[in-house]
């Protein structure tokens, strides 16, 4: 596993981070610990959870993500300052007006409550989730900012935010002296390309923002499982990845990357990892896991180095300028 900076900041992180969405939803609490514990030596410092995982489950609260990885914080012999654990704030939580959202009041009790869950006394990484356009940015920002400076937060970051909206934050941050996001967490994949390149990679790459993309493989349509002419499983996971990547543009950048991981001894999905990983913005990529057999595969693509040719033939297959 190889380690890089997130961003400007000194802390260091694995190239691959352990996405835990599926923890308490595909895969319960006993396999997410042995998930976890593979990952930590197989070389990974990194996990990311969000408070909402997995609310979406009948019956399940949310937080259950945060409390499973916070159970194995706390039973687990790995210590805790070797781990960077990564949160975030945004979603509904609750049934009242401020359950939800990115208020002062709502970060204030939602960081205390993943505290809680997580089962620590500090977040390495707390990240906002999506933008709330009902709060003004300096609220939200305030916030965050007193969270660093109590020690309850070490870094902010946030995830799916434009360009703009991203810039605009980074300016209000220095322009008050508030600690500002040193992360984002962006869609990004060889099959989804457009919304991170078109005018976020710059702007990260100017400002020092660390990259930290969630669904490089293309909600598992870059795994090589998905063919012309192959049957579709039956999912609502699958239909998805139907409409939004199943065309010829898609199919051709799995031969692609079936043909160069061929050449490196890669798979299709560690192939894709490793372009991912090929661009100087990314500091490090969410990969998640149902089974060990499955984190080990895809951790592999950490080891993968392409070659500009190899990266270029890549970019040039979905090229979406």
């Given at each position: 596993m190889k380690y890089r900076r997130l961003g400007r900041t000194g802390l260091k992180v694995s190239t691959i981070c352990l996405g835990t969405m599926q923890f308490g939803w595909s895969t319960e609490e006993p396999d997410s610990q042995v998930i976890?514990?593979?990952?930590?030596?197989?070389?990974?410092?990194?996990?990311?959870?969000?408070?909402?995982?997995?609310?979406?489950?009948?019956?399940?609260?949310?937080?259950?993500?945060?409390?499973?990885?916070?159970?194995?914080?706390?039973?687990?012999?790995?210590?805790?300052?070797?781990?960077?654990?990564?949160?975030?704030?945004?979603?509904?939580?609750?049934?009242?007006?401020?359950?939800?959202?990115l208020s002062r009041q709502h970060i204030m009790n939602g960081v205390e409550a993943s505290l809680r869950r997580l089962q620590t006394d500090y977040i390495d990484l707390y990240q906002v989730h999506w933008p709330d356009e009902e709060t003004p940015l300096d609220e939200t920002l305030e916030a965050l900012n007193d969270l660093v400076r109590s020690g309850k937060v070490r870094y902010i970051g946030c995830s799916n935010y434009p360009a703009w909206l991203l810039a605009k934050s980074l300016w209000i941050s220095d322009s008050r002296g508030f600690s500002r996001f040193d992360s984002l967490q962006p869609h990004y994949s060889l099959v989804h390309r457009a919304e991170f390149e078109r005018e976020l990679e710059a702007l990260c790459l100017d400002q020092g923002i660390g990259v930290i993309p969630?669904?490089?493989?293309?909600?598992?349509?870059?795994?090589?499982?998905?063919?012309?002419?192959?049957?579709?499983?039956?999912?609502?996971?699958?239909?998805?990845?139907?409409?939004?990547?199943?065309?010829?543009?898609?199919?051709?950048?799995?031969?692609?990357?079936?043909?160069?991981?061929?050449?490196?001894?890669?798979?299709v999905a560690q192939t894709a990892i490793a372009w991912v990983l090929a661009n100087p913005a990314v500091s490090s990529a969410i990969i998640g896991a149902n089974s060990l057999e499955q984190l080990r595969d895809t951790f592999k693509g950490a080891d993968v180095n392409l070659g500009v040719e190899e990266k270029q033939v890549l970019d040039e297959t979905t090229a979406w300028k």
């Open positions: 976890m514990s593979e990952a930590v030596e197989l070389g990974c410092n990194f996990l990311d959870t969000a408070d909402i995982y997995s609310r979406w489950v009948d019956g399940n609260p949310g937080g259950v993500s945060e409390q499973i990885v916070g159970n194995w914080l706390a039973s687990n012999h790995v210590s805790r300052d070797k781990l960077i654990i990564a949160t975030k704030i945004r979603g509904e939580m609750g049934e009242g007006p401020n359950d939800q959202g969630y669904s490089p493989l293309g909600a598992g349509f870059l795994t090589g499982k998905y063919r012309r002419g192959s049957d579709l499983p039956k999912s609502d996971r699958a239909e998805g990845i139907r409409k939004r990547y199943m065309n010829e543009e898609g199919f051709t950048a799995v031969d692609k990357l079936e043909l160069i991981g061929q050449e490196q001894g890669a798979t």
